[in-house]
Nanobody, 120 residues
Framework: QVQLVESGGGSVQVGGSLRLSCAAS?????MAWFRQAPGKEREGVAY???????RYADSVKGRFTISQDNAKKTLYLQMSSLKPEDTAMYYC?????????????????WGQGTQVTVSS
């Protein structure tokens, strides 16, 4: 069982930055951030493996950075140059399998979400 607790969401203006954190209670090979805007499907934002391999959705490449502190069991998402279309509920997710991809159905553990709102 892996419990995940996100924090760091909030309201920011276009072009601003936010850092999301996700505290995990246990180890998982694959950790990821997903987001879901009202009326839209949940979409993968970025993942990181225990070895440090990362992958990003095209929509956030160059603006978002995923990282983790293994000692603190904490996952981060540094978001910069935020746009109104980044507005969504952001979820931390964990998958204990041996591969990693931005596919929500793979992930068995989810946090409660943290809201990010970007206004112009």
């Amino acid at each position: 069982q892996v419990q995940l607790v996100e924090s760091g969401g909030g309201s920011v203006q276009v072009g601003g930055s936010l850092r999301l954190s996700c505290a995990a209670s246990g180890f998982a090979y694959c950790m990821a951030w997903f987001r879901q805007a009202p009326g839209k499907e949940r979409e993968g934002v970025a993942y990181i493996t225990s070895a440090g391999t990362t992958r990003y959705a095209d929509s956030v490449k160059g603006r978002f950075t995923i990282s983790q502190d293994n000692a603190k069991k904490t996952l981060y998402l540094q978001m910069s140059s935020l746009k109104p279309e980044d507005t969504a509920m952001y979820y931390c997710a964990a998958f204990r399998g041996s591969f990693c991809r931005l596919y929500a159905a793979d992930f068995g553990y989810w946090g409660q979400g943290t809201q990010v709102t970007v206004s112009s």
